[in-house]
Structure formats: structure tokens, C-alpha cells
């Protein structure tokens, strides 16, 4: 506990104060073991990441940051690094079986720290939906159109999905982190939801919506980057789908939540709720959460060990971010997910598909409140019940038969190609389209039980989760070196199509009927039915077309 803590924002701060005489590390305590810490550049040589023999970088935990690829742009020109080395350099390593390390850590620890970032992540994407209930008081309170106070829901989506683009790189920085990142920004986002709840005019708490959006993103970013901070390569993928399970069971439970406290306290209240959940995940990580991110680890150590010896000691990421310009930062950072998402065709192409799939998933959601309260006669707490379908399709069946699939079919296979990720993506393709035709004609009329909708509404969630998590690890698998920025530009798209798409559903909805809006919704993801499908079979043929997936597997 007290190693735990000591790494934590809270260890951090009263180690400053204290003049680094609490929570002390065992360099600290005990000067003659810094030698353990190091290797002599002479000795080491350059143990930065270097592309293979067909171009890929190789990393330990198999992908790239925002950080890597600057470095690697970088180091394409010169190797400017090795200006900063010489013969009295020690560089800073782990130890074998390093305690620091994350990726030693225990399964304990690994688990602990992990649902600390799930928490974070579900306290923050529960923002977006639990707003949704609020739409028709937030519109009667300010005197404006729902489509206008819908844009309470939307600028938030939009915020928190360019908010990657700035936190991201920030957390990539050795000299920064991951956990100062979540805990500051989640401090903001506590205060700011304050001034959300006393905003006077509509002006000011859609602008606040946009910014706590924005603020709040960190997790949504980077929660699968502390993932693999944590955990190997083959348990990475299994810890991603969890913190993935909480992303979808936020904005499912927030039109719940929200739901029953509207009729009773207003509006407001469901801004509350969310400064209480998110709140509760503050005081947790100031307390409890480590930094996961390991060149940040190696940096303080070496910045202590230099402070104790007044030595040169350095860690390999702080001499290549000497190398590394601003410029090349922000060239990975803002203008190559760009460049990938819009002319690299693999990535084109599952973009469009999952942003659809996004967006269809914020329009579906107002079908609900017009389903199960105008139709079924529901109130505003009992529709959002409606949304546990979802939480139970998601729980009980996506997630289970993802993780069999992956153990006793992937694991087994000798050589893990990109393609390979794909077949679950298939299937959930399948999924989608029935499961939208099932809704849309079962809930439009009252004569149908409410329970079979909500049956319908099962079969989505485990359509959406077998297209997200395959197609996420695949894009990741085909593009190792730019994995980071091809994400980053998925996270982008998809959260503008979630952004926009809610602002026409009421309409579209009450203008077409349920059921025909519905058909309209399965009939376009009937038109991507066939691509995880193409991928699969000629996924290898196109990944050798293109200069920046990777051509070895």
C-alpha cells in the first residue's frame, strides 16, 4: 500500500511538501543502489525502437504512441539522440523484476488499478445520456426548440472527441504522464459541471457542455493506452474489452439515472448526479491511483537519482524527447489521423462504418423516451429502465462470447494476423441490422408486450460490441507504427457522427414512425454487412497496397 500510494497524486504532493522526506524511495533510502537503476550508454548503445526489416517499429507491448511516432519521424533524418550521450552518461533501466514497473506489478494491483480507470471512464461518458431526459425542461426553462437544447447531449459527444487530439500527446510526454493528466482534468470537470448547473442562459451551459466535453476526454483517449501500460500483450486485449463494457454501460445507465430524479428535482439534477459520481472517482484517483505509464517512471527516477548523486543519470524517453521537435508532435498529434483516416481506404472505410454505427447508437436512443413513454405509457425513470437491455446484451452475451472466442479459437492459432481479429465483427454485423428491424416493429405499436423491444435492444448491444472491439483491434494489429494516430482519427470521426445524428432523431422518428425509421437505420448497416467480411478474406492483399500498414504477417 504505501508503494501504491507514494506514486499516487496524493504521494506526489505530500512528498513536496515534505521536502521528499515521506513516502521515500529506495534509492532515497538507500543511495549505493542506484547502480542497480543503470547501464552506461558506452555499454548500451541505442536501445530506442527501431523498424523492423519491413519497416514496422517493434515494441514490447505491440503498440505505437503519439510519442514513438514523433521519435521514430524524428530519428528517420538524424540520429540526433546521440548528441546527448557519451561515456559518463548512465542510462536509467528496469531492473529485472522491477516493483516500478507496471507490467510486474501483482494481478492484484494490475486489477485494482485498471478498474480505477474503468471507473474514471464510466464517470465521465455517463455525461453525455444522462443529460438526454433533461432535453424537454432544459428547452421549457430557456425558451428554445428541443433540437437547440439537444445540443446540450451533442456538443459534448463533439468535445470529448477532439479532446484526444490535445490529451493524448500530453500524456505521451515522459515528462508528464498519464495519472496527473486524469486527475486534473477530472478536477475541472467537477468544477466546471457546477457552473453547468447554475448556467443563466442557454448561450452559456451549451458552451459549458462543449468545454466539460473537452475537459473530460483524458480516459476516453488514453484508458486503452493505460491498459497496455498494465497488462501483456494477451491480457491486454481482454482488459480493453472490460474498460470498453464500461464506456457502453455509461451512456445506457445515464437516461436511467437521470430519468428518476427529473420528475422529482428538475433538470439540474441530473447534472448532479454526474458531479456526485464524478466526484466520488476524483477522491479515488487523488488517493489511489499510480502513474502506469512507464517512460514517466523511468523520467522521476532518474531526475531523483541525479538530485542524489548529482550525476548524469537520464532515461532513454528523456533523451529522445530532446530529439523530438514541437513540430513533429503536432504533425502526429493533429495532422497524420487526419491524413490516415481520410485517404488510407482500410482505415476510411471501418471509420465510416463504426462512426455509423455510433451515430445510429445516439439516434436509437431517442426512439426510447417515444417508444416506452408515448407508446407503453412509461415515465421518464421507467423508460430509462428500458435501457438495461442493452447492459444485459453487453454483460451476458457480448462480452462472454467475445473473450470465449478469443481463448479457445485465437489463442490457438500459431500466427495472429490483423484479419484474424475479424470474425466476431461479422457476426455482429449480422447482428445490428435484425436487431434494428426487431425494435423498430415490435415497439412501434402498443398491441406488443414492452418487453419485447427491450429483448430487441439485447441483440444491438452485442452487435455493437462485436463490431467495435474486432475492428479496434484490427486497425491497431494492421497499423502498429501509427496505431495512436489512426485511433485518434477514429475517435474523432465517430464522435462527430455521434454529435450530429442526435439532432435530427426526434423528427425523424415522429415523421416516419418508429418502425420505417428504424428500417431506414437497418438498411444502411445492411450496406456494411459485406466489409468485415471483404476485410477478412482480402484484408492482407490490400494491407500490401498500402505504404503505412504493415506488410510482415
Known sequence: MHELIRDTAFGKLVRISSGHRLFRYPEELDPSIASEYINRAAE????????????????????????????????????????????????????????????????????????LVWLLTFAVYIGSAIYSPAIP??????????????????????????GPMIWSPLSELPTVGRSPVYVLTLLVFVFLNFAVVYAKSIATLMVLRFITGFIGSPALATGGASMSDIWSPRARDYMIVIWGAFAIAAPVLGPMVGGFALPAEGWTWTIWQLIWVSAFALVLLFFLLPETYGP???????????????????????????????????????????????????????????????????????????????????????????????????????????????????????????????????????????????????????????????????????????????????????????????????????????????????AMFHNLGVGWACTLLGCLTCLFIPFPLIFYWRGKQLRLKSRFARHDI
Open 137 to 162: 425542461q432544459v428547452a421549457e426553462e430557456f425558451g428554445v426548440s428541443n433540437v437547440v437544447s439537444t445540443l446540450g447531449l451533442t456538443l459534448f459527444v463533439l468535445g470529448y472527441g477532439i
Open 44 to 115: 548500451e548503445g541505442d536501445t530506442a525502437l527501431e523498424p523492423g526489416p519491413n519497416g514496422n517499429i517493434t515494441d514490447p507491448n505491440g503498440l505505437e504512441t503519439i510519442m514513438s511516432q514523433a521519435s521514430y519521424r524524428s530519428r528517420r533524418g538524424s540520429i540526433r539522440t546521440s548528441s546527448y550521450r557519451d561515456e559518463k552518461t548512465a542510462m536509467v533501466n528496469w531492473q529485472r523484476g522491477d516493483s516500478e514497473n507496471p507490467q510486474n506489478w501483482s494481478f492484484g494491483k494490475k486489477l485494482f488499478v485498471s478498474s
Open 296 to 506: 514517466n517512471i523511468l523520467y522521476r527516477r532518474a531526475r531523483r537519482l541525479r538530485r542524489i548523486s548529482q550525476k548524469p543519470f537520464y532515461c532513454e524517453a528523456e533523451l529522445e524527447l530532446r530529439s523530438i521537435t514541437s513540430t513533429e508532435i503536432l504533425f502526429e498529434a493533429l495532422v497524420r489521423p487526419f491524413h490516415l483516416c481520410f485517404y488510407e481506404p482500410i482505415v476510411l472505410v471501418m471509420n465510416i462504418y463504426i462512426s455509423l454505427v455510433y451515430g445510429i447508437l445516439y439516434i436509437w436512443f431517442e426512439a426510447f423516451p417515444i417508444v416506452f413513454q408515448e407508446i407503453h405509457g412509461f415515465n421518464s425513470g421507467e423508460s430509462g429502465m428500458a435501457f438495461l437491455g442493452i447492459i444485459v446484451g453487453t454483460l451476458c452475451f457480448a462480452v462472454p462470447g467475445y473473450f470465449s472466442w478469443k481463448y479457445f479459437y485465437q489463442s490457438k492459432q500459431v500466427t495472429s494476423t490483423p484479419e484474424s481479429q475479424l470474425p466476431p465483427a461479422i457476426v455482429g454485423s449480422i447482428c445490428l441490422p435484425i436487431s434494428l428491424f426487431w425494435f423498430g416493429w415490435t415497439g412501434n405499436f402498443e398491441s406488443v408486450h414492452w418487453i419485447v423491444p427491450i429483448m430487441a435492444s439485447t441483440l444491438f448491444s452485442v452487435g455493437g460490441c462485436l463490431i467495435f472491439n474486432p475492428i479496434f483491434c484490427y486497425l491497431a494489429h494492421a497499423y502498429p507504427r501509427y496505431a495512436a494516430s489512426v485511433l485518434a482519427g477514429n475517435d474523432f470521426m465517430r464522435s462527430s457522427f455521434g454529435a450530429g445524428f442526435p439532432l435530427f432523431a426526434t
